[in-house]
């Protein structure tokens, strides 16, 4: 007994306690306990059990005062959530603990008395509590028993409701708003809202859009649901979106739900009407009662509603009282009765429309009217006659004149033909389309000068009359014709020796044109060597123009060879056309020139042994003159007595007739004369 809970009668042996004994502290103590005889050393001992009987003074006690316990939602009745565990100090039935619930009101728990379990009675599903505290008591069986119902001694246990993603989220905003087309970037459009039933995360829900936003005009919050605009809105591009919204919640695995959204974009008057056409053209035709339907105009608004209600008018301008609009459908018809002739195109600048919008919007567009015409009017020339002078050179083909004969009228109304109803002689045509007077043929004054004919033109009608003009053409001479010798080739002669100015013959060309271009003019263009004629150049008389020696030229010609004169004629048109004629003049020879030798003297060697009849000698002379006059008959007048040598008359050869001797004659002097 180190503690000194017991003491023991040394006299009589008797044990007590000395402090309070606590069974929970030792249920059992074993003394050891000596006796002893006076002081003798003799002792004997003895061992005393002493067993320390419990008294129920200890209350049961939970090792924690508090703890918490998450189950399923969806847990089924008779689960065991809970064990408690409290501790009896006490033994036997003082220690024996019986567990109960001090407060639980939901009546979905029970707990096993002996055991502590705490189990479900029923499902929890359908609450909507997240968690439940139970109140656990323990008490003992001892007399009085003892236990933990003071709430400070109790057992407080949270049981957390712990819940499943079991529940899409569901939408509670409408799936239809509207927005205004004008509305600024960042105008908050709709908000979408949805309800998640599950709890904590599984019940957190962002929102997203899926589809239909691909051209980015709006921008979703995820968190707080708020749809904005991202970018300008136009109504007449898009009018509605239907956008499809999906709204998750955070647990695992995710639920969703999704939602098409339509928006509805509201009008604006932002947009004029517009014209289908800028530029209208139209025709209506002439003498029409008032009334007559012109065009019917139509323009196009985008906008909706009386944003898009459309009133037509035409505005002031020149001859915009001749017509009349109707204000709703478009149409527009003549106030009056029109005339092309006065006025074929109106140009109204200010066909208009505006809307009903407030404010209202306009436009204008062009409107071009065309008066058709009405066959009222024949052709007419604009002279009775046309006098045409023209040159005869004219290449076939060639236009003379362009008659025109107006027709007021229009299209095949004013379309006038041409003909011509006289006889040209084949030499003019009229093209029927253009009134081109033209020629058919080469023209040929020296033939025919003067033409006169008639012209008719007319339209296509048949009721009206035509249009007659007469026309003269006069052919004017054209240089064409050259001057024509009456022969190629003049032969004429004249005797030497005449006195200057001596007329030698007299020649002829004529030239079929006339005035100036028939008037021809006579030259010697060649062959007139140093100047020795002339020729009268407006008679063709050709003349001697110095006293001709027939030995200095025997004839006067072209070339060396042929001696003879080119006479050219020459008109006076411009360019001027002449023609040649070849003059062969003779020189009519006189005796006036003797013979002339060649030599005044011959010297001749020859052997005495030359042979008779060998040809010894021959002479020569000249005589300017011609013809007989320059005949010349050589004969030996001296010196051939003997008769030594023969003298040809013709030739002038001189041949040996007898034997020669040197002994006898040394030189031979022969004086031979030519006649």
């Known amino acids: 007994d180190p503690q000194g809970r017991f003491y023991i009668d040394s006299q009589f042996g008797i044990i007590r306690t000395k402090?309070?004994?606590?069974?929970?502290?030792?249920?059992?103590?074993?003394?050891?306990?000596?006796?002893?005889?006076?002081n003798s050393p003799v002792y004997s001992s003895t061992q005393v059990n002493i067993s320390v009987i419990d008294i129920n003074d200890n209350p049961p006690v939970f090792l924690t005062k508090s703890d918490k316990v998450i189950i399923s939602h969806t847990q089924p009745p008779g689960t065991a959530v809970y064990i408690a565990h409290a501790e009896d100090k006490d033994s036997g039935l003082n220690g024996a603990i019986k567990y109960t619930l001090a407060r639980d009101q939901s009546n979905a728990f029970s707990i096993d008395p002996s055991l502590g379990v705490v189990n479900l009675t029923r499902t929890v599903f359908e609450d909507k509590?997240?968690?439940?505290t139970l109140h656990i008591a323990a008490e003992d069986h001892g007399s009085p028993p003892l236990?933990?119902?003071?709430?400070?001694?109790?057992?407080?246990?949270?049981?957390?409701i712990l819940d499943i993603n079991d529940n899409s989220p569901s939408f509670m905003s409408s799936p239809l708003s509207y927005v205004m087309e004008d509305a600024e970037v960042g105008f908050l459009v709709h908000r979408i809202n949805a309800k998640d039933p599950d709890e904590g995360r599984n019940g957190q829900v962002t929102y997203h859009i899926v589809s239909g936003n691909e051209n980015k005009s709006f921008i979703l919050d995820k968190i707080t649901g708020l749809l904005s605009t991202a970018q300008l809105l136009d109504r007449e591009v898009q009018e509605h979106y239907s956008l499809t919204v999906m709204a998750i919640d955070d647990g695992s695995p995710a639920l969703s739900a999704t939602q098409v959204l339509t928006i509805v974009v509201l009008d604006v008057n932002d947009e004029r009407p517009i014209f289908l056409q800028q530029l209208y053209e139209t025709a209506v035709h002439e003498n029409q009662d008032p009334g007559e339907l012109v065009i019917k105009v139509e323009a196009m608004d985008r906008d909706a509603g009386r944003n898009s209600l459309l009133q037509y008018e035409i505005l002031p301008g020149a001859g915009y009282e001749k017509f009349r609009m109707n204000s709703d459908s478009?149409?527009?018809?003549?106030?009056?009765?029109?005339?092309?002739?006065?006025?074929?195109?109106?140009?109204?600048?200010?066909?208009?429309?505006?809307?009903?919008?407030?404010?209202s919007r306009s436009s204008?567009?062009?409107?071009?009217?065309?008066?058709?015409?009405?066959?009222?009017?024949?052709?007419?020339?604009?002279?009775?006659?046309?006098?045409?002078?023209?040159?005869?050179?004219?290449?076939?083909?060639?236009?003379?004149?362009?008659?025109?004969?107006?027709?007021?009228?229009?299209?095949?109304?004013?379309e006038v033909t041409y003909l011509l109803i006289d006889d040209t002689f084949g030499a003019f045509a009229i093209d029927s389309v253009t009134g081109s007077v033209v020629t058919t043929k080469a023209l040929d004054r020296e033939t025919k000068s003067q033409y006169t004919f008639r012209a008719v033109a007319s339209d296509c009608s048949t009721r009206l009359p035509r249009s007659t003009t007469v026309m003269t053409v006069l052919i004017q001479d054209v240089n064409d014709n050259v001057p024509k010798f009456e022969q190629s080739c003049y032969k004429a002669s004249v005797w030497e020796g005449q006195t200057p100015k001596t007329d030698i013959i007299q020649i002829f060309a004529t030239d079929l044109d006339s005035g100036?271009?028939?008037?021809?003019?006579?030259?010697?263009?060649?062959?007139?060597?140093n100047a020795a004629f002339l020729i009268d150049s407006a008679r063709g008389i050709l003349a001697t123009n110095t006293i001709l020696n027939h030995e200095n030229t025997s004839s006067y010609r072209?070339?060396?060879?042929?001696?003879?004169?080119?006479?050219?004629?020459?008109?006076?048109?411009?360019?001027?056309?002449?023609?040649?004629?070849?003059?062969?003049?003779t020189v009519l020879d006189v005796n006036d020139n003797p013979p002339v030798f060649s030599s005044p003297e011959y010297h001749i060697h020859v052997k005495e042994s030359v042979s008779i009849h060998s040809h010894v000698a021959e002479v020569s002379a000249n005589d300017c003159d011609a013809g007989t006059n320059?005949?010349?008959?050589?004969?030996?007048?001296?010196?051939?007595?003997?008769r030594y040598f023969h003298l040809d008359g013709k030739t002038g050869s001189v041949d040996l007739m007898k034997t020669l001797d040197y002994e006898d004659t040394v030189k031979f002097t022969l004086l031979i004369q030519a006649t």
């Open 558 to 585: 072209f070339t060396a060879a042929s001696h003879r004169l080119v006479l050219l004629a020459s008109d006076r048109g411009t360019p001027s056309l002449n023609s040649t004629a070849t003059v062969l003049i």
């Open 147 to 160: 236990s933990s119902l003071l709430l400070l001694d109790s057992l407080t246990v949270k049981i957390v």
């Open 630 to 642: 320059a005949e010349i008959t050589y004969t030996i007048i001296s010196g051939n007595d003997k």
């Open 516 to 529: 100036l271009n028939g008037e021809t003019e006579y030259s010697i263009l060649s062959g007139n060597e």
């Open 19 to 38: 402090k309070e004994l606590d069974h929970e502290t030792q249920s059992v103590i074993m003394l050891t306990v000596q006796s002893q005889l006076g």
């Open 364 to 414: 204008t567009a062009l409107l071009y009217v065309t008066v058709l015409d009405e066959n009222d009017h024949n052709p007419s020339f604009a002279k009775n006659q046309y006098h045409i002078s023209v040159r005869e050179d004219l290449e076939e083909g060639s236009a003379i004149l362009d008659l025109s004969a107006s027709d007021k009228d229009d299209g095949l109304n004013g």
């Open 330 to 359: 478009g149409e527009l018809v003549t106030a009056v009765s029109l005339d092309r002739e006065t006025q074929e195109v109106f140009s109204i600048k200010g066909n208009s429309c505006h809307d009903l919008g407030r404010p």
């Open 129 to 132: 509590q997240q968690e439940y």
